[in-house]
């Protein structure tokens, strides 16, 4: 009898996401394919340090821990890599290293991962590689380009992604942030903003103060978060959850509706108004971050792993390169 996935949460993680590949990525980018493929299979007992998603990946496993034994799953992880057969040996030595329950894996050898994320149901999907995670969002599921390199205070640290957060909270809470604008709402008000300018981006917000935005891209996995602290328990869930926005009054009220609208509530909000996201983020410990402008994103990345999440190329939404400015939407 052919088995199911029947995990309540699916999420797909790349092994540059779960692992710190720094070097091996140098020699793939400097040597190419041959001398990658060589280099791991000559390093196949070396066991690869953390990398940025490894301490949501730990925790999120953890959840299971809080089901029934008569209950499905919580979460399932399933590693989604390009790299061959022949080169993950290193990576499920790693895996096994760390007690990681993890037991299924794609690996394509290099081709698309993209039309295999529906195929597993994929709730989340974590990945350094630009292009599978713009075929996910296209396609409808929620993805970032994690940060793979922090900025240079980050590079500072001798465990750049475990270092800053070396006493992070016994309980193992799994603490999520979010941007709003284009990340867990659509980009409409955003776009306002960027044609018309704060003015015209206020009165708009007052104006619809009373209607719910539609939903970006992260809002399923929001709801799906939700969902399972509802189902914990939300004085036992390890679930912890942040919106962390540029809005500030009176942009404020819309947001607090739509997620009322949604039936979900996130456990801490920051209207920052235009203020550099990164301490408030640190001061969360957030485990990761997502956020549409690579602006915010390197920026996190110096106390916190952040992902960037990219537009879809269907949508309307144009790129702005003009990100730094004294008021950032969402």
């Given amino acids: 009898m052919a088995g199911r996935l029947d995990a309540k949460m699916v999420i797909g993680v790349s092994t540059r996401a779960l692992f710190d590949m720094t070097v091996e990525n140098e020699i793939f980018e400097s040597r190419g394919v041959d001398a990658y493929c060589e280099y791991q299979v000559a390093h196949e007992q070396e066991i690869l340090k953390p990398g940025p998603g490894f301490r949501l990946i730990q925790s999120l496993l953890r959840l299971n821990d809080c089901a029934a034994r008569d209950q499905q799953k919580l979460v399932e992880v399933i590693v989604m890599s390009r790299n061959s057969p022949d080169t993950s040996l290193r990576v499920f030595n790693a895996i096994r290293h760390y007690n990681l329950p993890i037991t299924r894996a794609v690996l394509v050898s290099g081709a698309s991962l993209a039309p295999y994320l529906a195929a597993f149901r994929t709730d989340l999907f974590l990945s350094a590689y630009e292009d599978d995670v713009q075929c996910a969002i296209d396609s409808g599921i929620a993805a970032g ?76 996995f929001l709801k799906k978060l939700s969902d399972l602290q509802a189902e914990i328990g939300r004085e036992q869930c390890p679930i912890r959850t942040a919106l962390v926005t540029a809005r500030c009054a009176p942009a404020h009220e819309r947001v607090i509706r739509t997620l009322r609208s949604w039936n979900v509530r996130v456990d801490e909000a920051f209207f920052l108004g235009g203020l550099d996201k990164k301490e408030f983020l640190k001061a969360f410990q957030a485990q990761i971050f997502f956020d549409d402008q690579s602006v915010n994103t390197e920026s996190a990345a110096n106390v916190v792993p952040a992902a960037r999440v990219p537009y879809r190329r269907n949508g309307k939404r144009e790129l702005y390169q003009d990100e730094i400015s004294a008021y950032r939407t969402g």
Avoid: Y
């Avoid at 590079?155 to 475990?162: F, I, R």
């Avoid at 008000?189 to 992260?218: D, Q, T, V």
């Fill in 145 to 220: 380009i994690i940060c793979t390199e922090p900025g240079d205070a980050g590079k500072m640290q001798q465990n750049k992604w475990t270092a800053e957060i070396k006493p992070f909270r016994e309980n193992h809470q799994i603490r999520i942030a979010f941007d709003g604008d284009a990340v867990l709402f659509s980009d409409e008000s955003e776009r306002i903003f960027k044609e018309k300018g704060l003015g015209a981006f206020e009165e708009n917000e007052s104006r619809h103060a009373r209607c719910p935005m539609k939903e970006g891209p992260f809002a399923s």
